[in-house]
């Protein structure tokens, strides 16, 4: 199982707000930044927020991401067809040497 | 534009071996870290290590060591991962992704401040007997 966890699945309808959970430790989210990442079916991942709550250029800011202690969320708003897709959590553990950790990821589905 | 561009799909027996190519392009190959992620069938992802393109330094994630090299070639802009004794339960697709991290940096002081931009489409790696 992952490190990070998150509900596996979430779901909406159009124009609708969104959000979906990481949970993590002290080593991992309580401690570092979290990244998420978008995978629409059949592609590879996608940055979609880093350092907890900044966007790329080029993400619509429908997208939001938050942190508290040893969570963080990703919030979608204004909900799209095209919003539909898998999305992970991840971040640094300084476990160890140090090393990534993602999230089970959550399948959104648009209803 | 920033781009990775993987080998093609793989068909492999258990015991065997693999190596998974990433040509880069669109920036300096050598001014930043490369990770290897791989994600099985329906599952999630699971980094596998990092490679310092510059110097050749990696780092692996204690599952693989002992069974992955990462290594590159700077005349070319290509960094590979290879996988020995395979399992069946290494049946993924293997995706090569930059890190913002510059390579002038220790990763593992600073690597915690940086993070993945740009990944490679993914190469699908199949064992089966």
């Known amino acids: 199982q992952s490190v990070l966890t998150q509900p596996p699945s979430a779901s909406g309808t159009p124009g609708q707000r969104v959000t979906i959970s990481c949970s993590g430790s002290s080593s991992n989210i309580g401690s570092n930044y979290v990244y998420w990442y978008q995978q629409l079916p059949g592609t590879a ?6 350092r907890n ?10 997208f939001s991401g938050s942190k508290s202690g040893t969570s963080a969320s990703l919030a979608i708003s204004g909900l799209r067809s095209e919003d539909e897709a898998d999305y992970y959590c991840a971040a640094w553990d300084d476990s160890l040497s140090g090393f990534w950790v993602f999230g ?8 | 534009q920033v781009q990775l561009v993987q080998s093609g799909a793989e068909v492999k027996k258990p015991g065997a071996s693999v190596k998974v190519s990433c040509k880069a392009s669109g920036y300096t190959f050598t001014g930043y870290y490369m990770h290897w992620v791989r994600q099985a069938p329906g599952q ?5 290590g990092w490679i310092n393109p510059n110097s050749g330094g990696t780092n692996y994630a204690q599952k693989f060591q002992g069974r992955v090299t990462m290594t ?3 005349s070319i802009s290509t ?3 290879e996988l020995s004794r395979l399992r069946s339960d290494d049946t993924a697709v293997y995706y090569c992704a930059r890190d913002l991290c510059p390579t002038l940096y220790y990763y593992d002081s600073s690597g915690k401040d940086y993070y993945m931009d740009v990944w490679g489409k993914g190469t699908t790696v199949t064992v089966s007997s």
């Open chain 1, 45 to 50: 991942p996608k940055l979609l927020i880093y």
């Open chain 2, 72 to 74: 590159r070639d700077t």
């Open chain 1, 104 to 111: 089970g990821g959550t399948k959104l589905t648009v209803l």
């Open chain 1, 53 to 62: 709550n900044q966007r790329p250029s080029g993400v619509p800011d429908r």
């Open chain 2, 79 to 81: 960094a590979y991962m």
């Open chain 2, 44 to 48: 999630g992802l699971e980094w596998m």
